[in-house]
Structures are given as structure tokens and as C-alpha cells.
């Protein structure tokens, strides 16, 4: 079949280096006439059938560390934030995202929180075990779910198998879910008489580590989520729930699969490709870029072990904590608070403002982002939410200061992604050489997405080549891509460029023309292209 009407193409390219005797193609994106076979050949199969994603894979992550909630997205008596305390700079950003889900309040920090120490009038600071620091408990569970309502996204709740119980997890599903009982009797108590109606939960976070309170045994874990799942499904039967699980590791995973498959909708999985949490660096684009393919390989290690526990098909993977960059955080985390004279700890703590160094933020995070998302996007079948870690500060992709905001290079990756993807993934083929990195990664990552009516199109390419322009061949059978187009380009000026609070539109996405010939473009290193086509 013909398609007709718009098809709109989302291009992410890189650009190889041209072989000996070859000439770039020209502004046209003609080939020249001496030039060889196009460096990356994209075919499209319009007429195969496509799958559905979900707009879940559009999340973010939000934890008590740093300056992510207070001074991020929570900041009372700022000139910028609503009566609340909101910073209303950040409702808006993250409405541009157009997130579809947050988890919290962590991360390392559920293992050691105790909901109910952030909830009604008579609160109290605590002193984090965590992550050193004293909490004031002024952001907590009625917080969350409110900001969550503005900014227009799902809350997502973690909760503490850490230090925390069975019964405590019952009970806060009860203060957010339930109509009637002791703990929904306290919500309505403090100010909500209707439930807030949570609807993902997750049981713990990264259990297996010898980092995490309340640390567990293969043997423990599974036995235990099982008894959390029943307590929670007690209150509110129709939760969708996720569990702790240690990515590809099979002596983890398998046993729990087989005490819990039943009972989980998401197995819950983290990875942070640069693991930074104790040496600081500031890589350049060549070896980031050489990461680009590693959750590919994560995703796919993760659907075996479904497959091995004949889960597959019935629990989704939650990549519920991801990111190029892993948080600096020396000397931490911990299993109990800090005394208030550690010196070591608060210059150890003092370290973690190096996460805030604005020029690490390349278009490489850019870049990454696009193909964790490509992934993810290939795996719609088993991938069902995946959750930026974290949205705000730290690594996140918009930076919060007292005076405004800076959206990070990955935000603006992000934000196309979210607006422009069509509803469905199609089947793509591709045949691209390498991006010249040590690691040999693809030069060209690619996706194509599609309506339902298999109309409008949305084609996503990833250009990894930090220096050159690639010819790129687009075959979509019947139709032929031969004319003028509407584009958004997300380049830079450099593979290095970011953006700062001097200079916050140094790396942001243009509004273009793009000449398309015979289905033959040229696109720019280092580049995310967006194009229309009508």
C-alpha cells in the first residue's frame, strides 16, 4: 500500500568517514557524481505490521539527594515557586517533556524512609542514613502526588524494603488508595478526602547490593516481595507492581521470578554506563558514544532471563533508574547518619557539587539518550516504562539554580522524542558502518514510528560521528522521498557544547529546511534530525 497524507520522519544521524576517493554530498543532499554507495542505507517496510509502545518510556526519577527536590523542583518561599512551594519554571519543563511517569522517593533513600515521617502537620527533620544529609520532611507523599497532578504524570511510589515491612507498605498504599480504614482516615485528616489514587508501586530498590539497607539473599527476596505484594494487593488489587531485580543476573532474578512471576507486573532494573560514583570524570564524546550501544545489550540480557522463567510476555521490564552518567556521591551511600562533627563526610559530601559541572553535559548525553530510548522503542513488547535518573539536578536533564533553569542537551533529546514520535514502531533495517570509537558501535542508530492508520511516519536515526557529515540512503518502497521538508536539527557547534546559565541556547533544536533527493540526505555529525513529510 501506498501511504499517503504526512509521514513524519525523526532522524538521529552521524556521519561516517568518507572511504578514499569519495566526495561529501553536497548541501542538496545529492550524491556527487563521483561519490560512492551512501555510508548508512535506512529501509522502511511500510506495509509490515506495527506494535504499540508505551508513552511510559517517557519517565523521569526524582530522589532526597542533592539539590533535586529541595532547591530543585521544591523550594518554598522562592519568587519563582507557587504558594505550594513549587518552582513553577519546572512544572513547565517538565510539562514540555510531556512525562508520563515519576518515581520516588528513591532509590538508596527508600531503603532507609519511613513514609509516614513525611506526612501531616507534625513533622520532623531526620537525619538520612543514606546519604548524610538531614531531610526536613517537608516534601513527602501528599507533595509528591500533587506535583505530580500539575506537571501531569503518574506517581510512582518506592517503597522501603530496606529497614521498612510488609505491613508499613500495606499502610501506604491504604493513606493513598483506600476510601476508608485507619491510614486512609489519616490522608482525609490531613487535608485529602479523596484518595490519590497511586496506581505503580515498586517493592525496593537494588535489594541485591552490599550498599542498600537491608540488604538480601536470592533466597530472601523472593519470599518477601511475595509477602508484600499479597498485603499491598489486600488494599488495592488493580496496583500495577514492580520488583527489585538485578538486571541479567540469572542467580538473582530466577528465584525471584518463581515466587513472585505471578504477582509482579514490572521487573525493575537500573544501569548508569559511566559509573562515576567515586571518581569524577569528565569523558570526551568518542568513549561515551562507544556506550551507546550498551542498552541494547542490557535490554536483551533481561528479556533471556523472562524467557528462561517463562515470564515473558507477562511482566514488562522497568528500566526504572537510567542514564549515561552515574551520580558522584564518594564515600557514600550509607547505612546510618552522619555525626554532626565528620568532618571526612561533609567534605565527602561537599564532593557531590562536581554532578552540578555544567560542561560534562556534551552531546554525547544528547546522543546516549537517543538510543537508550531506540532500545527501548525496538523492545516495546517487553520494555514498559523507563524512568530518566533523575529528571532535576545531579545528572538530570534540567538543571534548577535560584534563578531559573538550564535544560541540558539530553532534555532537548528528550523532548523531541515525546512530541514528535508517532504512536507505533514499524519494522527498520539498516546497514551502517562504524563510528570509528573504540568500541565499534553503529554509526547509525535508527527506528521508525508510525500511526495507526500507517500514514505518518516518524523515522529515528542516531549520528554518532563526532566529525562528518553521512550520506544516507532512506527506502521506504512505494514512496520516494524527493523534495523540500520541514526539519528540526539538534547539532551543536561542537561535540562538547552544552548549555550553562551564561549561556543557556548554546546546544538547543533548529527550525529548518532540508533537502531530500531520490531518498538521498545529507546529515551533520554529531546531529538529531527531525523531518516532516508531507
Known sequence: ?????????????????????????PASGRPAETAL????????DASAASKPYSRMLFGGFIEHFGRQIYGGLFEPGSPLSDENGFRTDVIEAMRELKLSVVRWPGGC???????????????????????????????????????????????????????GTPEEMRQWVEYCNA????????????????????????????????????????????????????????????????????????????????????????MAVHDYWLPLWGKHEIPPFQRCIGL???????????IEVLEEAGCRGKIKIAFDEWNLRGWHHPGFPRKQAVAPDD??????????????????????????????????????DDV??????????????????????????????????????????????????????????????????????????????????PSQHVACSINMKDLE????YKATVLAGDSTEAYNDIENPDRVVPEQTLLRIREGFVQLPPHSLTIIKVP
Open 343 to 380: 568532618e571526612e563526610a561533609a567534605q565527602l559530601i561537599a564532593k557531590r557539587e562536581l554532578n552540578a559541572v555544567a560542561a560534562q553535559y556534551t552531546m554525547a548525553d544528547a546522543l546516549f539518550a537517543a538510543s537508550f530510548l531506540n532500545a527501548c522503542l525496538r523492545h516495546c
Open 37 to 44: 554507495q551512501p555510508d548508512v542505507v535506512v529501509a522502511i
Open 109 to 163: 533513600f527508600a531503603s532507609g524512609y519511613h513514609w509516614k515521617d513525611g506526612v501531616g502537620k507534625d513533622r520532623r527533620p531526620v537525619d538520612d542514613p543514606v546519604w548524610g544529609t538531614p531531610d526536613p520532611n517537608t516534601f513527602g507523599t501528599d507533595e509528591f502526588v500533587a506535583w505530580c497532578r500539575l506537571v501531569g504524570c503518574e506517581p510512582y511510589i518506592c517503597t522501603n524494603a530496606g529497614n
Open 179 to 266: 476510601t476508608e480504614g485507619e491510614y486512609a482516615d489519616m490522608r482525609k485528616a490531613n487535608g485529602h478526602a479523596e484518595p490519590h489514587h497511586v496506581q505503580y508501586w515498586s517493592i525496593g530498590n537494588e535489594n541485591y547490593g552490599h550498599w542498600e539497607i537491608g540488604r538480601k539473599s536470592p533466597a530472601e527476596w523472593g519470599p518477601l516481595v511475595h509477602q508484600c505484594a499479597e498485603q499491598m494487593r489486600r488494599v488495592d488489587p488493580d496496583i500495577n507492581l514492580a520488583a527489585a531485580a538485578w538486571q541479567a543476573k540469572r542467580d538473582w532474578n530466577l528465584p525471584l521470578l518463581a515466587a513472585v512471576g505471578r504477582d509482579l507486573n514490572y
Open 1 to 25: 500500500m501506498k501511504p499517503t497524507g504526512w509521514i513524519a520522519l525523526v532522524l538521529i544521524l552521524i556521519v561516517p568517514t568518507l572511504a578514499v576517493g569519495q566526495q561529501a554530498a
Open 481 to 484: 522521498l524527493d523534495d523540500t
Open 292 to 302: 551507546s550501544d550498551g542498552p541494547e545489550k542490557a535490554i536483551a540480557a533481561v
Open 384 to 465: 514498559g516504562m523507563a524512568n530518566i535518573a533523575p529528571i532535576v539536578n545531579t545528572r538530570g536533564p534540567l538543571y534548577v539554580h535560584p534563578n531559573g533553569i538550564v535544560r541540558r542537551t539530553h532534555f532537548h533529546t528528550l523532548t523531541m522524542y515525546a512530541n514528535e514520535l508517532e504512536g507505533r514502531v514499524a519494522p527498520l533495517s539498516l546497514k551502517a558502518g562504524s563510528a570509528g570509537d573504540q568500541r565499534k558501535v553503529d554509526l547509525l542508530d535508527a527506528v521508525a514510528t508510525v500511526d495507526k492508520s500507517g500514514r505518518t511516519w516518524a523515522i529515528v536515526l542516531v549520528n554518532r560521528h
